[in-house]
């Protein structure tokens, strides 16, 4: 909204909405096909057009990690030997070390926002981040961050660290397993940008219970949760037991 953002609490950087309202309820109702356990009334009573374009606060940390973590690995191979199997196991002790440089970690910044789906609809493209302008907010809602760079710190570490681990742990796909045993991983932290991100929301009730579901404004990608009606499914459940049972109750008759 034009005019609510001064001084401090001015974002640096904006991304515009790519995804239209239409292309986020197309993409809704997408999600809903092919799910044969969704409640007929979930759908029927969704107030699907009630999606909302938001702009969603973002931290965005720069930084590096650099690190060595220690695996047990092993490869095992199975042989017949006159009349046995024999199974033959090599256990390694594998290190490895690095270090890895980031840009523009996403941490929302809106205690509103659920960290997993804001995490989910990831990735963006960042080449596409503009300097902010209150140009890009009419007609969305635009929100203001609620946690503090000191307090989201943790997660952004943690996703680097993550992020390190994950890479050695790439370079050992050469083993049939590979445990990590310890690591010494030590992060550096860099400058942090503050950003709105387009996000696509749609918050629904149904049956007493709340869902919510998240569409990245600018790929598209879309998570949600979603209802299961039990009554279909043990009723699926039956007609598939039903006949089953039908055919063991056979064989026996015929022992």
């Given at each position: ?66 690190g060595e ?26 290190h490895r ?141 039956a007609a ?16």
């Open positions: 909204m034009p005019g609510q953002f001064s001084g401090a609490l001015k974002p640096e950087f904006v991304l515009p909405f790519k995804m239209t309202k239409d292309d986020a309820v197309r993409a809704l109702r997408a999600h809903y096909r092919g799910k044969p356990f969704l409640p007929r009334t979930f759908t029927a009573g969704n107030h699907i057009e009630e999606i909302q374009g938001v702009y969603v606060p973002f931290w965005l940390f720069d930084g590096g990690a650099e973590v220690d695996y047990k690995a092993a490869n095992s191979r199975t042989y017949r030997d006159d009349d046995y199997e024999v199974t033959e196991t090599d256990h390694y002790d594998v070390g690095g270090s890895i440089a980031f840009e523009k970690i996403p941490v929302d910044a809106s205690s509103k926002m659920p960290d997993d789906h804001m995490d989910s609809i990831e990735p963006y493209d960042y080449a596409g981040l503009k300097p902010f302008s209150t140009a890009y907010l009419p007609g969305f809602l635009a929100d203001k961050y609620d946690v503090t760079v000191e307090d989201s710190h943790d997660r952004a570490d943690g996703r680097c660290s993550a992020s390190l681990e994950g890479a050695l742990r790439r370079t050992t796909t050469q083993y049939d397993t590979c445990v990590p045993l310890q690591q010494d991983i030590h992060l550096h932290r860099g400058k942090v940008h503050y950003a709105l991100l387009p996000v696509w929301m749609l918050h629904t009730k149904w049956s007493g219970k709340d869902f919510l579901f998240a569409m990245n404004g600018q790929t598209g990608k879309l998570v949600g949760d979603l209802p299961t009606d039990m009554g279909k499914f043990w009723g699926i459940f598939i037991a039903a006949p089953v049972t039908a055919i063991a109750a056979a064989i026996l008759m015929l022992i």
